[in-house]
């Protein structure tokens, strides 16, 4: 069988990491002597048996008769909509350098095309935290509360997997910079991601 892998995502340009689930998805069907292919554009989708699908943000866009093609398999965060039992649940995906905060400096900077929404500056957080901090960092939000220490360690272990000093180029006031600190945060925070989301998905 001749399968499509399609990260909409990627196609949309709203991300440059890989979609883990179209990965073990890919595995599958290649360890069963399938022919997988990722395409790069919904065109190709004629010339294969099956497709899969998936995006992971709400915002990217799929065209919906690509999605109403009956071989066409899809799924993903980004297919929930307003109401569904994923909004309510009590936790959201955040950025961790906000992204009002970063599209400003990027404005300032001028700095357009920077990956403002990449995998590695995302995380999940309970939502009143998300509501509450605003633009800051978990460290500028909780610094000077009660508990502080205790708060920061807890979001550290099991949800960010980050360290204070991983955000210090927020503070740099030049754009050459405060860009190469961005993609170093993102390449060492990717880094502590893979092994965790291998684990995690190799639990499935």
Known sequence: MKIGIIDA?????????????????????KDKNNQVELLLSYNQIKDYDLIFLSRVFTFTYVPKEVIEIK????????????????????????????????????????LEGLPISSFANLCLLKKELNNAKGEKTIYEYYKGKDNETEKIKELEDKYTFTQSDYFKFLEYDNAKDFKAGYEEFLKNRWQILQPKLKDAFDRL
Request: with cysteine; charged share 30%.
């Open 9 to 29: 995502d990627l196609i949309d340009g709203k991300t440059r990491h890989p979609n883990l689930a179209l990965m073990k998805i890919s595995k599958y069907f």
């Open 71 to 110: 071989k066409v398999k899809y799924g993903g965060t980004g297919f929930c909509p307003d109401g569904d039992e994923l909004h309510n649940l009590p936790y959201e995906i955040e950025h961790l350098c906000s992204k009002k905060y970063m599209s400003k400096m990027i404005q300032g900077f001028d």
